[in-house]
């Protein structure tokens, strides 16, 4: 967008630090008047899942990209050849905030949150992938920045713009499968970083690659040195850096039931490995260290419910229809109810049907209530920002407490110990887990600490 206000002043003169939604509809306005020019994007890592948002920003001006990694950034380099390169991403902000729309963040998990805040505080929109964050800390922190700086947000859980999620929460308002008394969720992959931990000081260390920045790339976490297996893929399976299969999955799959169900936080979070039915479907034995979460929910008016997460080959019993399927092991997510059961085959909610009497059900299915998305996450953005749309599904309204409830799992498993988790005080009412709520962060790359007074 050309002749614009500076971000800066226009998040301080527009509404200050206004909550809620009155700072994005003056930012809506403002943005509507240049509708059809090209919004300025910047993108926070070039490769891997930044791809894809391309075909999104194929049709703005791009107009910078940081990636700590020469090579893993060609996807992107190539792409968008007049995009002006860095390796850091503080400094492309630095150069360019006063005329970025929006950034895309498309890093490993443990530098999403440094690098959403440094936009945000800016007064620029931003679509981060999933997990949002890497501890409970940052994603309050990332609440109170959405309320504070009032820009446009999205979490890139694609799921979530999907009619797929409309339906499911549409039939089960409706009543077609009465009340949920369970949930099954599960994945193939696993979260093995507690092994990874244990064998981690006897891996030698290796030559740092010439194209890689190995000091940014480690961001806020604390100096490591450099190993195999590490970059550019497998950091998710190593607890400084990623969340593992619960991480990587579970703000796509667990946003189904937490959305069509309305599901608040969880009282508590526990694994058990001995929840696994996957004997009566295959003679393949699960991963090492597959594991079977539970999640324990109270809500107001109706009966407790327990929402279970499977991986790493663990299963849940599955339907008749999923018996013979192949694919099926692979992910899903059943809605259990009184009088019938919703099947969402695979890890987001594609093709999802009731189990019995379904071809009789779907020549009468309920009325459409829910508004429907005009595309993925990084679409809303964009059409947000344009004034389209109000604001994105997965804002970090939501976004938040899905990644908060994914991160409670993970420290389950990696900690072997029951969590309850107090929400609003931050704390948990096994003191020893407290420890957890916030990462120690390296010196120059501490963000919001004065949000919290």
């Not at 963040?105 to 949150?113: A, R």
């Not at 109706?302 to 991986?311: A, F, I, N, Q, R």
Request: glycine share 10%.
């Amino acid at each position: 967008m050309k002749e614009k206000i500076s971000r800066r002043n226009f998040v301080k003169t527009s509404a200050g630090s206004v909550l809620g939604g009155t700072l994005l509809c003056n930012h809506r306005a403002w943005a509507k008047n240049s509708s059809e020019e090209k919004l300025k994007v910047a993108l926070i890592g070039g490769g891997g899942i930044a791809r894809t948002a391309f075909p999104d920003c194929r049709k703005e001006d791009v107009v910078a990209i940081a990636d700590v990694d020469d090579e893993r950034g060609v996807p992107a380099f190539e792409e968008f050849p007049q995009a002006k390169r860095y390796k850091d991403f503080r400094k492309m902000l630095d150069a360019h905030d006063q005329e970025l729309d929006a950034v895309i963040v498309s890093t490993p998990d443990h530098t999403h949150f440094p690098a959403t805040y440094d936009a945000m505080q800016r007064g620029i929109a931003v679509q981060t992938q999933k997990p949002l964050v890497h501890d409970l800390w940052q994603a309050r922190t990332l609440l109170k920045a959405y309320h504070k700086f009032g820009v446009q947000t999205v979490m890139g859980n694609q799921g979530h713009t999907m009619q797929g999620l409309r339906y499911i929460r549409e039939w089960y308002e409706a009543g077609l499968i009465g009340e949920v008394n369970e949930v099954h969720a599960w994945t193939n992959r696993t979260t093995n970083n507690n092994s990874n931990a244990k064998r981690r000081a006897s891996m030698p260390e290796i030559e740092v690659p010439a194209t890689l920045d190995w000091d940014l790339w480690q961001g806020p976490a604390q100096e490591s040195r450099y190993f195999d297996g590490l970059v550019p893929g497998g950091w998710r399976w190593w607890w400084p850096y990623g969340l593992g299969g619960l991480g990587d999955i579970g703000c796509h799959t667990l946003d189904i039931p937490i959305y069509a169900l309305s599901l608040g936080m969880p009282t508590a979070v526990y694994t058990d490995k001995t929840i696994n039915f996957s004997h009566e479907y295959h003679d393949k034995k699960p991963k090492a260290d597959a594991m079977t979460y539970v999640y324990e929910y109270q809500r107001e008016g109706k009966p407790d419910l327990k929402v279970y997460w499977y991986e790493g080959g663990n299963l849940p019993r599955l339907p008749e229809s999923m018996k013979n399927s192949d694919s099926a092991t692979g992910g899903g997510c059943l809605l259990v109810g009184e009088k019938n059961t919703i099947v969402s085959p695979g890890m987001r909610p594609t093709s999802p049907r009731i189990e019995n009497d379904w071809m009789e059900i779907r020549r009468n299915l309920p009325e459409k209530t829910i508004p429907r998305a005009i595309g993925g996450p990084i679409r809303e953005l964009f059409g947000a920002l344009r004034g389209e749309i109000e604001k994105p599904g997965s804002n970090f309204d939501y976004a938040v407490p899905l990644t908060e409830t994914v991160i409670l799992g993970t420290l389950a498993m990696r900690t072997g110990k029951r969590v309850e988790y107090n929400y609003d005080e931050m704390n948990f009412t096994d003191s020893s887990l407290n420890e957890w709520v916030k990462e120690p962060v390296r010196a120059g790359w501490e963000y919001g600490d004065e949000l919290h007074g």
